[in-house]
């Protein structure tokens, strides 16, 4: 049971992994081409949060952002496949940052194509966002049934 366990979370770990050393590859002096598209993405997610919370995100460099994305799968990945809870909330956290930002399909009008692709790799990212959490509450779950278990009492004879 423990070895499927495992290979379950290379499996999942990998769609991380993989992803991160690409956008490393990629990353270069200007942070490559994931700088060019999160730019004006994360420019519109300012803009909204702006508009409908009244709070101004702070200005930050975009390469720097990406190269924070890097690591947290990179490093959450890695710890994930050993078992670890910290790599399932440093990946946990990617998620949550990350989705709205990327898959910013609130932006376009229901009939145009971006939205249903968009949308697709939204849902696909809470997908993983919810094993993420499911992985976490079972950990945490195990971790308290092994504490209610009583030590065999000593027998006397």
Known sequence: MAFVSFIGRVLFASVFILSAWQEFNEYGIDGGPAVKSL?????????????NTGLQVPDVEIKYLVAAAIAMKGIGGLLFILGSSLGAYLLLLHQAIATPILYDFYNYDVEKKEFAQLFVKFTQSLALLGALLFFIGMKNSMMRRLLKKKAPKAKTV
Do not use: I, W
Not at 39 to 51: E, G, I, M, T
């Open 39 to 51: 730019r004006p993405k994360f420019n519109v997610f300012s803009q909204h949060v702006l508009a």
